[in-house]
């Protein structure tokens, strides 16, 4: 009996590819690879690999083993001391004691807030006085008038027994001025202020806690396109600085995350 012939089978030449797109796959992944660990951060490693070990415990060493830590031994990362909230009291009695002098002030010129000549105001900055210029002073002129001085007089009263600074300040409107004695709404304002604040030191305040400043037009309260708010604008302000007590900060140093 006749045996077949054998045939064989024809020669497969794509089976390279096969072994070539392993081969460029390990490639990929080597590079890969070596690419995460080129662009690792060693400050963040470092940080990320302390964490762990004192959340665990434990610490990193180049022999494989893991000792504990013993209780004495100080932990890897230092805790940055806690910074404790400002202590709010002071602020409050501040806050009272600015109030109680904005009252005091109010009941002794009740009659000329009612009558809209004078605005007591209070804020962060302290309390506010603001003093229509028609009240003080005639028109173009720093010489106080005789019914005002009793005003002021009153309000010497309630500041000489306090401690805070004072600031006096002069408002002008913009209509320029130019006489014989104010060359300017600056010089004015200026002289005003002073005015108010001697008046000031004469009834018993201390002289070293005032200071005297003219801002003639600047600042407006009102229009100055109309008489009645260039009324408003000539006024002198009389300010109770507040003194809002800062609690010091230590800000701590953070050790730099190099070697």
């Given at each position: 009996?006749?045996?077949k012939k054998?045939q064989?089978?024809?020669?497969?030449h794509?089976?390279?590819?096969?072994?070539?797109?392993?081969?460029m796959?390990?490639?990929?992944?080597?590079?890969?690879?070596?690419?995460?660990i080129?662009?690792?951060?060693?400050?963040?490693?470092?940080?990320?690999s302390?964490a762990?070990?004192?959340?665990?415990?434990?610490?990193?060493?180049?022999?494989?083993?893991?000792?504990?830590?013993k209780?004495n031994?100080?932990?890897?990362?230092?805790?940055?001391?806690v910074?404790?909230?400002?202590?709010?009291e002071?602020?409050?009695?501040?806050?009272?004691?600015m109030?109680?002098?904005?009252?005091d002030?109010m009941?002794?010129?009740?009659?000329?807030v009612?009558?809209?000549?004078?605005?007591?105001?209070?804020?962060?900055r302290?309390v506010?006085?603001?003093?229509?210029?028609?009240?003080?002073?005639?028109?173009?002129?720093?010489?106080?008038?005789?019914?005002?001085?009793q005003?002021?007089?009153?309000?010497?009263?309630?500041?000489?027994?306090?401690?805070?600074?004072?600031?006096?300040e002069g408002?002008?409107?913009?209509?320029?001025i130019?006489?014989?004695t104010?060359?300017?709404?600056?010089?004015?304002s200026?002289?005003?202020?002073?005015?108010?604040?001697r008046?000031?030191?004469?009834?018993?305040?201390?002289?070293?806690?005032?200071?005297?400043?003219?801002?003639g037009?600047?600042?407006p309260?009102?229009?100055?396109?109309?008489?009645?708010?260039?009324?408003r604008?000539r006024r002198?302000?009389?300010?109770?600085?507040?003194?809002?007590?800062?609690?010091?900060i230590?800000?701590?140093?953070?050790?730099?995350?190099?070697?």
């Amino acid at each position: 009996m006749a045996r077949k012939k054998y045939q064989e089978e024809p020669d497969n030449h794509d089976r390279w590819l096969v072994s070539y797109a392993d081969f460029m796959t390990l490639l990929f992944a080597f590079f890969v690879v070596m690419y995460a660990i080129s662009s690792l951060n060693e400050g963040k490693y470092r940080v990320l690999s302390n964490a762990l070990n004192g959340a665990f415990g434990t610490v990193m060493v180049s022999g494989g083993e893991i000792p504990e830590i013993k209780k004495n031994q100080n932990s890897v990362i230092d805790a940055l001391p806690v910074i404790k909230p400002k202590n709010t009291e002071p602020l409050r009695k501040e806050r009272e004691k600015m109030t109680h002098v904005a009252r005091d002030i109010m009941s002794v010129l009740e009659p000329l807030v009612r009558e809209g000549k004078v605005r007591v105001t209070q804020t962060s900055r302290g309390v506010s006085i603001e003093i229509n210029a028609s009240l003080l002073f005639a028109q173009a002129e720093a010489k106080l008038n005789l019914d005002s001085i009793q005003a002021l007089k009153a309000i010497a009263e309630v500041l000489k027994i306090d401690n805070h600074a004072i600031q006096v300040e002069g408002f002008t409107d913009n209509l320029p001025i130019k006489n014989s004695t104010f060359p300017s709404n600056w010089e004015l304002s200026a002289v005003r202020a002073s005015s108010v604040a001697r008046l000031f030191m004469e009834n018993g305040v201390d002289e070293n806690r005032i200071t005297a400043v003219g801002q003639g037009p600047k600042f407006p309260v009102g229009s100055n396109e109309n008489p009645e708010g260039r009324a408003r604008n000539r006024r002198v302000t009389v300010t109770i600085l507040s003194v809002l007590p800062e609690m010091p900060i230590d800000i701590p140093v953070v050790p730099s995350s190099k070697p």
